[in-house]
């Protein structure tokens, strides 16, 4: 479970300050995935890289399961928009990174549920290849072994599915939410696609312009269905959200 209570974060540069998160407060249950979305430039960034631990300098306190989130206490999964993979290691050696870095024992176990995992995103054959040596999609399914691999307690994406193109993407987030289901990490994904949050965000969190706020967090009944745009909800939740992410444009600016 993670616990955010009246989060704000400041950019300094020079001798300006620039607000870019005031009071964010909420909390999610372990087994949900949140969609972040809002326009560009509203925090979305920096609210992931205060719950990855990139940024330690906030106000507020941002606990996972109890305790204040700290990256050498917790396991933190991080998918950005490039993939992370390293370019001079192999696709096995890019998916049993974390574990070389923790100095983790990679047991049989671990293996084998690699290669299952590999087997079950088509990717199973690419095992010694290079990341250069690989397309989009298939890069974006490595970074997912990678990430599950190492059970994180919180799983984070920035824009992860965004330069795949269209095709491709549609099964991306399908694979991801079959192999998420599996699991059930605690997820938060930005995206700047409604679309995508209605799919993919078990809950929606909207964020409103410079400095970002919550605008409104909602439950999403089209989550992971499969003909999740012809359900009767989708046109009237599309149109809401478009609304809630204009309002806190306008609001804001
Ligand atoms: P988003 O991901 O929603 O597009 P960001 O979280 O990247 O937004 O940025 C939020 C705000 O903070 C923006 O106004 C951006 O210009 C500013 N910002 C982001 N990173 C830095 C930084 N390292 N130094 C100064 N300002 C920053
Ligand atoms: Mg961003």
Redesign the pocket.
């Known amino acids: 479970m993670i616990q955010v209570n009246h989060l704000s974060v400041s950019?300094k540069?020079k001798n300006k300050e620039?607000k870019?998160l005031e009071n964010i407060n909420f909390t999610a249950d372990s087994h949900d995935i949140c969609a972040i979305i809002?326009?560009?430039?509203?925090?979305?960034?920096?609210?992931l890289?205060v719950l990855s631990g990139i940024i330690k300098e906030y106000e507020g306190q941002v606990l996972l399961n109890g305790e204040e989130l700290n990256p050498h206490l917790h396991k933190i999964g991080f998918i950005p928009q490039n993939f992370g993979l390293l370019p001079w290691k192999t696709v096995e050696e890019n998916c049993l990174l974390s574990f070389k870095i923790k100095r983790e024992k990679v047991t049989n176990e671990t293996l084998n549920k690699m290669n299952e995992m590999m087997k079950t995103l088509n990717i199973d054959a690419l095992n010694k290849r290079y990341p250069s040596e690989l397309s989009g999609g298939q890069k974006q399914r490595v970074s997912m072994v990678r990430s599950f691999l190492m059970q994180p307690d919180l799983l984070l994406m920035?824009e992860a599915f965004s330069a795949l193109d269209a095709i491709i993407k549609e099964e991306a987030q399908q694979l991801f939410l079959d192999v998420w289901s599996e699991s059930k990490i605690n997820t938060f994904f930005?995206t700047h696609s409604i679309d995508e949050a209605l799919y993919m965000g078990k809950k929606i969190m909207v964020?409103s312009n410079?400095?970002?706020q919550i605008v409104k967090i909602i439950d999403n009944p089209l989550f992971h269905l499969t003909d999740y745009r012809n359900h009767s909800d989708y046109p009237h939740l599309y149109a809401h959200l478009k609304q809630l992410i204009k309002k806190g444009w306008i609001e804001e600016s």
């Open positions: 950019y540069s620039v870019a809002g326009p560009s430039g509203c925090g979305k960034s920096t609210l890289n920035d930005v964020l410079n400095p970002g």
